[in-house]
């Protein structure tokens, strides 16, 4: 999908991927994962407001999204003013703890995510078709700190049955994207979750451990 693409849904607001809740599966399955007070990177991060259950439930969040209105829409929406400095090839919003980057995921290097403790993807991996999700991973797995572990959440529809986005992952590629550094645990689905009113598509849920 090319940066283009992204503008256009949100400039035209075809943001259907927005929800106006909280992910269950984020409340259902986050804090086994990692402690309050640690660092969380959502990459391809949107408006979403699971960012905003992260900071009230005290944890930190770092997020990466390309579309600026997208990011001055979330601090609007909170009632948040938040500070903005050009920091590399991105321009750094921050208001008490939350950055969002605004730019190119694959522009970010290691060091913008030094104090990232765990990421959590939801509708990021989804998002990309078959080759680019294969370098957003790649890139995804050379930018994170050794240490850190995810909560995943895919969609899995039949074959020809929408022509995404979001895109059909399965489990096989979740593992074979994954396992050579995590141990990657399916966790649970979510069969209710519908597409264009449709329920024939299903979400499921990963954590990945070091
Ligand atoms: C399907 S949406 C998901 C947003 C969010 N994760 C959510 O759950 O609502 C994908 C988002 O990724 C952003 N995006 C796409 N390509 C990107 C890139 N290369 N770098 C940063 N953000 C990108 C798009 O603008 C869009 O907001």
């Not at 208001?95 to 509708?123: C, H, M, S």
Request: hydrophobic residues 35%; contains cysteine.
């Amino acid at each position: 999908m090319e940066h283009e693409f992204w503008h256009e849904r949100w400039k035209n607001r075809e943001i259907g991927f927005h929800r106006n809740d909280v992910h269950p599966l984020l409340t259902q399955h986050f804090k086994p994962i990692a402690k309050p007070g640690v660092t969380v990177f959502v990459p391809l991060c949107g408006k979403s407001l699971d960012m905003k259950w992260l900071l009230e439930q005290g944890y930190q969040v770092l997020g990466i999204e390309l579309n600026q209105s997208a990011i001055e829409e979330y601090f609007a929406e909170q009632n948040l003013t938040p500070s903005v400095h050009q920091e590399g090839p991105f321009q750094a919003y921050r208001a008490p703890g939350i950055t969002l980057y605004q730019g190119d995921f694959f522009e970010l290097t290691a060091k913008y995510l030094q104090g990232v403790n765990v990421w959590y993807d939801r509708a990021a991996m989804v998002a990309l078709p078959p080759t680019m999700r294969t370098a957003y991973v790649e890139h995804l797995l050379k930018i994170l700190p050794q240490h850190s572990h995810g909560l995943l959440v895919t969609v899995e529809y039949p074959e020809n049955y929408w022509k995404g986005p979001p895109f059909s992952i399965s489990e096989q590629e979740v593992m074979s994207a994954y396992s050579s550094m995590f141990t990657v645990e399916a966790l649970c689905t979510n069969s209710g979750f519908t597409l264009n009113g449709d329920s024939q598509v299903s979400e499921y849920c990963y954590r990945l451990k070091r």
